[in-house]
């Protein structure tokens, strides 16, 4: 039996056992090397562009085939770069890529949302498989890219979109498929991490920890993504769509940053015994899931506490693996790059077995038209630190925490400090478990007594060990 | 075009593509549920029945279809067990699972190396694939199991064989794909762990705390293949083989365990601001590989040193991805028949789209034909803790450091300690890189002294900070 006949067959093959587009072409191919195109050719685009080269015999060990980068566009082809490129591989126009036929996979790497949309959505109507490490454009509009590269029989991969060169996303959308995730925490942005962490060991003050990782590199002129929690959300929608087999929901996720921190609300933590980190957060109840960013207080023995500098890790829980934490830098040139080439890779082995779509992009086959329920910030129940500036009088804290009783909040702990402080004396509480509203409420009210210098501060706490009040 | 004809292309295809054995069988099965046998109804297999009824809308969700459990064998039917089966699923002969030609996957959790090679052998001639738990069968029998089922065309997964549910196989096999490994160290036995964390923490003995494991259930009546870190080296063989893409080496691992530890050492490793573990190492010179398990010290400060208990975790770092941790429970029902099942769901995935070999067992192409040279311990350069019990005279540290000396062995720090103990006093000292052959000449010249009585007590060091001499 020939071998062009065989070839024939295979897009019925797909069609019935795939349900996602036809065509013949992918048969055709599996012979001939996987060629590549690579749109943004800045740090990780090197980094992509080093591994593609100077990896090429561990690639071509995996594979039994090379990867061939045949074109890379970036709109500057002047500007430094850490390695060189033959001129004829370098093109200023996305079109060369998204038009070349002959091109199987289109790796994004430009950012933003806009043109990056447009190239992807171009890319899955020619029929070529996307790589991308673009969490912005896949938390606004992934849910759309992942509908048309289904219905167009091709793959959107985007392990370098969360966690670098860590595999969370393998994890989660095979490692772990066996498993419901009951809860997962994340520090998903090296930025926030570093200057907490600065903070932290320093004692620094918000500006000057962000000036020092603005000088170290590890944060932008303009930090607001990283800082105002943006970055860790977009990462979080799509860690939850994994987790969940759920569409992507950027919308319900609460989300908080840290540039209002002041450095004394991380040493009374650190008298309570713990430690501020800015965590993604989602747990699922069977019925609802939270969904939320925010500075949240961490016992200093939690694997979390340790996490430390630029670098990220996500701690989860499944219902059969137990409690699971994954550890590396979370960002950078060779790390990302190498999320980038890990997915080209796997897209290689499934070109050239002619299965794309073996695994639904989010894990599971019914993601793209499922949704969960979000729990909404005010139904939370979790335990707080609240700091509240007194005046230094007499029954301040037993008017302070007779509205706590009132809306229901038990104090777990208390520190109550002298008259070290001008004006007024910090009041900082550890609460056990109380209902966001109440807490609210109840910060509201005492935020109005006259004896109260208002803002109350108050942050969230993840305390396996402080859940129920005593009394 | 009939699907008829469509299936009986199919072979063509796959012998092209992927050098594995021919069967068409794949083919005709894909609308089929994919069918499991299960042999070895213990604890793990208690966790897999579990997984495989009361996950069922989970797997159903992931898969598009249901997995379903055909045939459960175990010699002891009477034994209780935490879940329940209809009597005509459960059979005492293997052979009623080996020869059932509706069954796929056989899932192999007997343990040991002789019936459970015989079974796995069979599986592979009947075309079935394997899902095995079982460290010591592929540490032993690895290599020609897996080239009997690269032959056959059918896949032997094994995520379950190292560290539970955490998914260090498939990071090593795929998500870290376009790295080198460069280092690696594991905590991969969780009795070891917890005996030490045990010693650690409350400077129990040896004995003591192996009692209260074995109490606790960690640790098993004869320790002996958990505490001589033989468990370990199992293990450390199968990440090697997934690390470097070469055959499995079990005989080259320089193997020590844990049982003659005296919490004396736990203690001064502390006054150095070290920890001890029981670590699985690698590490890749570009030329020779280190392979070795043996009580490590650990900076305080490092990751690993604070995962603690039953817990495993592996640290590597990649040449692109730098340093990574992947942390969870190592064993126990649950978290092992995590990983079972997503081999499960991997396997019924390439099943169902008929590409059973996607990825290699060891995930290079040529990782079944190639071996990595292995470094002789005697030529491992490395920093050294040492304890000599010496007479307290004037002169001691003297002549012991002069020995050093001589064999280019230089100190960075050494601790004294007066006449606290009767006959003999402790001199402790950690050294700079040094070559294992010096070390073992220099302690056996020591032990001549006669002012000191021998053995000199012995331990590694991994500390990236402390490498050169300083003189």
Redesign the interface.
């Known amino acids: 039996?020939s071998?062009d006949?065989?070839d024939?067959?295979?897009p019925?093959?797909r069609r019935?056992?795939?349900g996602t587009g036809v065509r013949g072409k992918y048969?055709e191919r599996?012979?001939k090397p996987i060629q590549i195109g690579l749109i943004g050719f800045g740090t990780v685009g090197s980094?992509v562009v080093r591994?593609l080269t100077e990896?090429q015999e561990?690639?071509a060990?995996?594979?039994?085939s090379p990867l061939i980068l045949k074109k890379v566009a970036d709109l500057d082809l002047d500007r430094p770069r850490p390695v060189a490129l033959p001129a004829d591989l370098l093109t200023t126009r996305a079109e060369d890529i998204l038009d070349d036929p002959e091109i199987d996979i289109v790796v994004e790497l430009i950012g933003g949302t806009d043109a990056a949309r447009d190239y992807v959505m171009r890319a899955i109507a020619q029929g070529k498989h996307v790589v991308t490490a673009n969490k912005a454009l896949l938390a606004h509009h992934g849910n759309d890219l992942l509908a048309a590269a289904a219905a167009a029989g091709v793959e959107v991969a985007f392990?370098a979109s969360v966690c670098?060169?860590?595999?969370i996303i393998?994890?989660l959308r095979?490692?772990?498929?066996?498993?419901?995730v009951q809860e997962l925490f994340g520090i998903l942005n090296g930025t926030a991490n570093y200057i907490l962490t600065q903070m932290t060991q320093s004692g620094a003050s918000y500006a000057q920890a962000l000036s020092e990782a603005q000088a170290q590199g590890f944060a932008e002129a303009d930090p607001t993504l990283d800082v105002e929690g943006i970055d860790t959300a977009h990462k979080l929608a799509i860690l939850m769509s994994l987790a969940y087999?759920a569409q992507l929901d950027l919308e319900s996720i609460a989300v908080e940053g840290i540039s209002r921190l002041n450095p004394l609300d991380l040493q009374f933590a650190g008298e309570f015994g713990y430690c501020l980190k800015l965590l993604a957060i989602t747990r699922d109840d069977g019925h609802r899931v939270e969904a939320r960013v925010h500075p949240t207080l961490v016992p200093r023995?939690h694997?979390l506490a340790?996490v430390n500098g630029a670098m990220n890790?996500v701690y989860l829980t499944?219902?059969?693996?137990?409690?699971?934490?994954?550890?590396?830098?979370g960002a950078?040139m060779?790390?990302t790059?190498?999320?980038v080439?890990?997915d080209?890779?796997?897209l290689a082995?499934?070109l050239?077995?002619?299965?794309p779509g073996?695994?639904p992009a989010l894990?599971?086959?019914?993601a793209l038209s499922t949704r969960r329920l979000i729990k909404p910030i005010n139904d939370l129940v979790t335990n707080y630190y609240l700091r509240f500036s007194a005046l230094d009088r007499p029954g301040v804290l037993s008017q302070v925490s007779g509205i706590l009783g009132k809306h229901n909040i038990s104090i777990a702990a208390v520190i109550q400090k002298g008259r070290e402080l001008a004006a007024t004396v910090p009041i900082v509480m550890i609460t056990y478990e109380a209902r966001e509203a109440d807490a609210r409420q109840a910060m509201a009210e005492i935020d109005q007594l006259p004896i109260v210098s208002p803002p109350t501060v108050f942050y969230r706490i993840e305390d396996p060990h402080l859940h129920a009040a005593h009394i």
Chains 1, 2 share one sequence.
């Open positions: 039996m071998k006949k065989s024939d067959m295979r019925e093959y019935e056992d795939l048969f599996r012979m980094g591994l990896q561990v690639l060990r995996r594979l039994g392990e670098g060169g860590i595999p393998l994890a095979q490692g772990l498929a066996a498993n419901r087999g023995d694997m340790n890790a499944g219902d059969a693996v137990g409690p699971i934490l994954l550890y590396g830098q950078g060779m790390p790059a190498s999320a080439v890990s080209l890779i796997d082995r499934n050239k077995h002619g299965v073996r695994v894990g599971w086959e019914s």
